[in-house]
């Protein structure tokens, strides 16, 4: 059985729902394709199209509903996907994807994108596939067993889904896994689209505060621009005794 037909890609929409379907459609028929809303205003056309429709549980609800639907399905791997994300070629992400999670000791996988608020997210011509110590959530492929170290995520304390990337990153690594960044291949994602700043960075420091000591210590580390490279990646691995 290849890594494609042990994958299911889930699409999560808010408001977005003409995208969230046009998206869908283009992943159907190569992987199992299922679409997630939260809380939006669905005609009755559109309605069909969803798979699993929710009130506004916001991102890191429907990461708990994922990591959820995941072991009920017995999916191995998850493919997660906004629907603000902008592909390019489905079938190379696919190829690609397939190619790199073939390989065991990879825990998280994602395509490189055009514009990130993290440096290590944002593409590097003739870069090819990189270690690092996280990755953005808006599109990325993860193990079901390194998900379910993370969830489910506290939404009471961290609904909007800021810092839940750093952790997931620290979950793959603490069980001898690697995060790659693919630099072959690239997606687009709107800068600066997501929720609001102020009430996200709030609600993630009070979720990081109740993490245990190591999980905060690799947060504060990760969370310096400085250190979102290999530099970091190497600081981390000697810190926490990362194995690989």
């Known amino acids: 059985m290849s890594i494609i ?5 889930i699409i999560y929409n808010h408001e977005l729902s003409r995208e969230a379907i046009r998206l869908k459609q283009r992943f159907t028929g190569k992987v199992d394709t299922y679409l997630f809303d939260s809380g939006s205003d669905l005609t009755r056309d559109e309605s069909p199209h969803f798979d699993k429709r929710y009130p506004n549980i916001y991102y890191n609800g429907l990461l708990n509903e994922t990591n959820r639907f995941l072991n009920g399905q017995r999916y191995d791997n998850g493919f997660i996907i906004t629907s603000d994300v902008k592909i390019n070629d489905i079938d190379e992400l696919l190829e690609k994807y397939n190619d790199v999670f073939a390989d065991s000791r990879v825990g998280v996988y994602a395509p490189s994108a055009e514009y990130s608020y993290h440096p290590q997210m944002i593409h590097k011509p003739g870069a090819g596939l990189r270690e690092v110590t996280f990755i953005e959530g808006f599109c990325f492929a993860v193990r079901t067993h390194i998900l379910d170290q993370l ?5 009471s304390l961290n609904k909007y889904g800021y810092g839940t ?7 793959a690594l603490n069980q001898g896994y690697v995060n790659i960044i693919d630099h072959r291949i690239t997606v687009d994602h709107p800068y600066g689209s997501g ?3 102020h009430k996200a960075v709030e609600a993630k420091h009070n979720w990081i505060d109740s993490l245990a000591f190591r999980e905060r210590l690799f947060y504060k580390i990760t969370s310096k621009k400085i250190l979102k490279n290999r530099l970091g990646l190497l600081l981390v691995r000697k810190l926490f005794g990362f194995e690989r």
Not at 5 to 9: E, G, K, R
Not at 165 to 171: A, E, I, Q, T, V
């Open 151 to 155: 969830c489910p995520v506290d939404v």
């Open 195 to 197: 929720y609001d700043k």
């Open 5 to 9: 037909d042990n994958t299911a890609v």
């Open 165 to 171: 990337d750093s952790m997931l990153g620290y979950h």
